[in-house]
């Protein structure tokens, strides 16, 4: 019976999409902002955060993401995409990158990149700047 209880909590924890070992799942044009509520469509701009003892909250910008987590206590875990590849990386590895010339779903303007020199690429694409860290953002330091 214990055994079966487990079984059921996990399936319950898959189902919504949320994983204690990282970045909970989008399901694209069903998964909404947890800010503005609007639907994520382009999960390259996806982002998501968990604080400690609740559940993943999921972005469809980082804008959006750094707007909802100035209002959070605690240390958080912070997942975004590489504009590289695509996949999730961990927010610490993070390595952004801001200019009006972005066009994100909520006009946050902003790109993530696991590699420093691809930001600096992109940053001169753009025409825009390189923020080193994800912390410098959500503590204002970037000016954003």
């Not at 898959?14 to 909970?24: I, K, N, T």
């Not at 994100?104 to 690429?121: E, F, K």
């Not at 753009?126 to 410098?136: L, Q």
Request: charged share 20%.
């Amino acid at each position: 019976m214990r055994m079966g209880l487990v079984l059921a909590a996990a399936l319950l924890a898959a189902g919504c999409g949320v994983s204690a070992e990282g970045p909970p799942e989008i399901v694209v044009d069903r998964t909404p902002c947890s800010r503005c509520g609007m639907l994520i469509s382009e999960t390259l701009y996806a982002a998501a955060y968990q604080a400690p003892g609740a559940d993943a909250r999921v972005f469809d910008d980082i804008g959006c993401l750094r707007d909802a987590a100035r209002g959070e206590s605690g240390a958080l875990h912070i997942w975004v995409h590489d504009a590289a590849d695509g996949r999730w990386m961990n927010g610490v590895e993070a390595v952004l990158v801001a200019s009006p010339s972005i066009r994100t779903p909520m006009g946050g303007g902003m790109l993530a990149y696991r590699d420093p020199a691809a930001a600096d690429r992109a940053a001169r694409q753009h025409n825009g700047r390189v923020i080193r860290s994800i912390d410098a953002i959500l503590r204002k330091e970037a000016g954003l």
